[in-house]
Every structure is written in structure tokens, then in C-alpha cells.
């Protein structure tokens, strides 16, 4: 099988590494519109070798769009022309708006997959072939797709090394919203509230485990997160809000001195620990 990437940062570039090494994948070609990104994904050897869009279409078996959700849905209106053979993947963050965007001449063809893994580095660079190994990866309104599609990119992450969960796109978006999106609006809150408040020194001197935890995510990608917060904003919000009510319940704990209640509210919380 002759497979296509277009995006060749984090995900795609670490896709690429993973089908390699599979046997039924015969040649892994590559695109992105940041040429760099394309230079350095070759000499990484994360694909076998660049293409244009163009040939991708005609050439390959299996398309994946690693790419932001605003750009997939840009690009999936230029697909339209490929073969009733060709899969295409989604690896997008959200999946409502992308599969509305879908062009009826390709829903068919079309497989809307999220995998749970990443980090905040991005580039090809960033990659690494173990990343979505072990990963969860969501594939969503399936019954819409070809089952010889839904099946090809089942076996493929599979080998992968992934987990497949199927969901529909609208409880994906809403889940997705408070477990992915929501704590990257917090840490990017977090980092902009303490860059305000304290100087590089103290941050540098005093930022320890658990502020260098929780703000590791804002190094994340702004131009894709802002994409997502736009394709999300209706459940982002909803998730927001539900933050704000729990934030505003520990500030009035404190300032009301209830250090029995807050320490219930606290162990409450901890419960997170017979699940993680």
C-alpha cells in the first residue's frame, strides 16, 4: 500500500515513522506547504519522499490529513477528484464541523480519526515513532464511511499499536472539549496571569513541578489551538463554564475560611486517582 501524508509536523511526521515499519505499507510519500517542514522530514527519514498534492492524489491508496481543522476543511474540498479507492483520514482534533465540511463526492472515502497523543513541541523535529504506540485513537460517525475504508484505517492503526473507540462526532466534541481542550485554556490563562504578576527571574527560580506541569501545554501551537477553540466553541465554552462555577466555589471556601469544606472539595478530587 502506497500511503500519503499531508502535515508533516508532530503527528504526521511521527505517523509516518510508525507505517515504516509496517510491512503492508509499501512507500510513505509526504506534503506540507512549509517547505522546511518538508526538507526536514526527509532528511529525518520520517517519510520515503515528497510529493506534490497533485501526485498524492493520483498515486497514493490511503491519504492522512495531519494538518489544523481549519486547514483540513480547506483541503478536503480539493479532494474530491481522487478514485472511489482512496481512503482519507481526518487526524483532527475536532470532528463535527470537518465531517459537516465533508464533500458528498468523498464521504464515502472519508474516515474521521483522533488520536489521543501529542506533546507541545511541534515540527518534524518533534517527532518520534513511539508517540501514538499505546495511544487511544477516536474514530467517529464510521457508519457514514465505505466499511472497506473504516476497515483499512482500523488495520492500519492497529498496527499501529493504537486503540480504536468509536463515537459519534457530537459526544466526541462535547468529551473532547472538557478533557483536551479545557486544560490547554487553563495553562495558557495560568502562564499569561503569572508572566503578569512575576519577573523571568522568579519564575525561573521558583517555578517548580507542579507550575511547570500544568504550564507545559501553553508552549503548545497557538495557530492550531486557536483552530480548535473555533471549531469547539460552543462545548469549550460550555466546559468554561463549569471550571469558573468550581473556581468560584474554592475562592469563596478560602475567603470564607471553610478549611473542613475546602478539604472535602480537595478529597473529593482525589478521586481522579482510582481512574488515572
Excluded at 473504516?150 to 457530537?170: P, Q, W
Amino acid at each position: 500500500m502506497h500511503v500519503g501524508i499531508i502535515g508533516l509536523g508532530l503527528i504526521g511526521g511521527s505517523l509516518g515513522l510508525a507505517l515504516k515499519d509496517m510491512k503492508l505499507i509499501a512507500k510513505v510519500s509526504g506534503y506540507d506547504l512549509d517547505k522546511n517542514n518538508e526538507r526536514d522530514a526527509l532528511n529525518l527519514g520520517l517519510i520515503d519522499e515528497i510529493i506534490s498534492f497533485d501526485e498524492m492524489k493520483k498515486s497514493c491508496d490511503m491519504i492522512f490529513l495531519a494538518i489544523p481543522v481549519e486547514a483540513i476543511i480547506k483541503v478536503m474540498q480539493n479532494l474530491t477528484d481522487i478514485p472511489s479507492s482512496t481512503t482519507i483520514v481526518d487526524l483532527g482534533s475536532t470532528k463535527e464541523q470537518i465531517l459537516r465540511s465533508c464533500p458528498n463526492q468523498i464521504r464515502n472515502n472519508f474516515v474521521a480519526a483522533h488520536p489521543m497523543a501529542g506533546t507541545e513541541n511541534s515540527g518534524p523535529k518533534a517527532a518520534f515513532k513511539t508517540l501514538l504506540n499505546g495511544a487511544v485513537v477516536v474514530v467517529c460517525d464510521d457508519k457514514n464511511a465505505d466499511e472497506f475504508h473504516v476497515k483499512r484505517v482500523v488495520e492500519i492503526l492497529s498496527h499501529a499499536g493504537m486503540k480504536i473507540v468509536f463515537m459519534d462526532s457530537k459526544s466526541h466534541d462535547h468529551h473532547v472539549g472538557i478533557i483536551s481542550h479545557l486544560p490547554h485554556v487553563i495553562s495558557y490563562s495560568l502562564v499569561n496571569s503569572t508572566l503578569k504578576e512575576e519577573n523571568k527571574r522568579n519564575i525561573l527560580l521558583l517555578a517548580g513541578g507542579s507550575f511547570s506541569g500544568m504550564a507545559r501545554i501553553a508552549k503548545s501551537n497557538p495557530q492550531m489551538w486557536s483552530d480548535i477553540f473555533k471549531q469547539n466553541k460552543d462545548n469549550l465554552l460550555e466546559a468554561i463554564a463549569s471550571f469558573k462555577n468550581e473556581l468560584e466555589i474554592c475562592e469563596n471556601m478560602i475567603r470564607d475560611e471553610k478549611w473542613d469544606e475546602l478539604k472535602d472539595w480537595m478529597q473529593t478530587a482525589r478521586g481522579l486517582r482510582e481512574i488515572l
